[in-house]
């Protein structure tokens, strides 16, 4: 059976659809336990430098607290992609820019402790 060419098809309507690429953000909390004579030496050079350098590599900072009485620092940086959290990790320990921070962090830092963390929301 042929269409009837009297009769037009129905417009098809589609509601306006926004296909939104879902990307999970891998978020790392670094605590480190300072050399207590050079805090402010640090947090110097992490805002001066190290930052910048996170963020040229597609990095975020979420955030960063200093306790000066205890000399310690621990701040949260994540990453969305491409790639795994620890392939963006490993080259940015690789990438020109950290090795262009000076002094070295490690002058300053007496321990590291890393954890993934996930954000779970406020109530």
Same mark, same amino acid.
């Given at each position: 059976m042929g269409a009837n060419p009297n009769t037009r098809a129905a417009p098809v309507c589609f509601d306006t659809a926004y296909v939104i690429e879902r990307t999970t953000m891998a978020a790392q909390l670094r605590i480190y336990r300072l050399d207590p004579d050079r =805090? &402010? &030496?640090f947090v110097t050079l992490w805002r001066e430098q190290i930052v910048p350098a996170? !963020?040229?590599a597609g990095f975020k900072v979420q955030g960063?607290? =200093?306790s000066r009485d205890e000399a310690g620092f621990a701040w949260v940086v994540a990453h969305?992609?491409?790639g795994t959290f620890e392939e963006a990790d490993k080259a940015y320990y690789n990438s020109e820019a950290r090795s !262009?921070?000076?002094p070295s962090p490690t002058?300053?830092?007496v321990e590291i402790?890393?954890?993934m963390v &996930?954000? =779970?929301g406020e109530r």
């Open positions: =805090v &402010e &030496e996170r !963020k040229a960063a607290w =200093v969305s992609g491409p !262009k921070i000076q002058d300053f830092i402790d890393t954890v &996930e954000r =779970v």
